[in-house]
């Protein structure tokens, strides 16, 4: 997950606030969208092979993209209560988490909502083998694991949510393994929010959020904690969803390698909006979104940036 792992970030169709489905049966939605992203970062495939320096920043590396989404959804059982789904969620897109998830939804008696989910590609990824290695171009390799989530809305009928998720991650072929940095890991994450309202049409969540991040590495170990508040408004047609957040982490202890313990700052923005019913097509949506994410660490190596921007259709059926 992008906010629970720091891995790299698309986000693709815009939600206003999250409904059950109004019918038995299914329902779902696509997006197509295009746009550019940028990511400076020491582990990016797709900078610099060879290194010189672990003073060194990255450089910028910027691309076009072009990512259709979506999600399907099938509602049952008494009240509509119970849902199955597989895709990306409105709920979460709307604050800046790509999140593709196999999940069951069930509404209790209560007012608690508990949602279960399965996150099967959200860790994968593409790193080098030894991101350390100077003067000699680094190799590639694979980044597989899985992700767990549970997540308690409206606990009790009331505006406080819980998210809860667990994370395996698997370096394959890594050439650091058995050091104080070797990354496989196994990762807790916890966020609790509040909902506010403002007016029927606006409300506003602040969360606080915590991560315990396991690694084989002690180096590569670390606590993390961060705050993050989310303003929803519908204006007319239009919705708009803007996030900021903040984390710091800290970690175990020195690598051999720096001589040092790290320590990240990390700040993100983003910005989402859709338009419903644009050209006065039924069902179809103009959305766009932006992103900006910035990690300052007491080690020059780790520094990291990245900027997104997209606009697309969304078709809901």
């Not at 209560?81 to 998830?101: C, H, M, N, P, S």
């Not at 990824?125 to 030894?130: A, F, K, L, R, S």
């Not at 809305?153 to 667990?166: K, R, V």
């Amino acid at each position: 997950m992008k906010k629970y792992l720091a891995l790299p970030a698309l986000f693709i169709a815009m939600p206003a606030f999250a409904q059950p489905a109004p019918q038995k049966g299914f329902s779902g939605e696509i997006s197509l969208n295009a746009g550019i992203i940028s990511a400076t970062s020491n582990f990016n495939i797709d900078g610099d092979a060879t290194i010189s320096s672990l003073e060194n920043k990255a450089d910028s590396e910027t691309e076009g993209l072009i990512a259709p989404l979506g999600n399907v959804a099938y509602t049952f059982g008494d009240g509509l209560k119970q849902q199955v789904y597989f895709g990306t969620t409105r709920e979460d897109i709307a604050v800046g988490t790509l999140a593709v998830q196999l999940g069951y939804k069930h509404k209790l008696s209560s007012g608690t909502e508990v949602d279960v989910s399965f996150l099967p590609t959200v860790i994968s990824g593409e790193t080098w083998q030894n991101p350390y290695e100077l003067n000699t171009p680094r190799q590639e390799t694979d980044i597989s694991g899985n992700a767990y989530r549970l997540q308690l809305n409206s606990i009790s009928g009331s505006n406080f949510s819980l998210d809860l998720a667990f994370a395996t991650t698997d370096v394959e072929d890594d050439l650091i393994a058995g050091t104080d940095l070797a990354r496989d890991a196994e990762s807790y994450y916890a966020k609790g929010s509040y909902r506010f309202t403002l007016s029927q049409t606006s409300f506003v969540s602040p969360s606080a959020i915590y991560i315990q991040h396991d690694a084989d590495g002690s180096a590569s170990s670390f606590d993390a904690y961060g705050a993050e508040v989310s303003w929803f408004n519908i204006l007319g047609r239009h919705s708009l969803v803007l996030t900021a957040g903040f984390t710091q982490r800290n970690y175990d202890s020195a690598s051999t390698l720096f001589n040092k313990k790290r320590s990240d700052d990390e700040l993100s923005m983003f910005a989402a909006y859709e338009y419903p019913e644009f050209m006065g097509w039924k069902d179809w949506s103009f959305i766009s979104f932006a992103g900006y994410g910035n990690t300052e660490s007491n080690l020059t190596f780790y520094d990291e940036s990245s900027y997104l921007f997209a606009v697309g259709l969304n078709y809901r059926f």
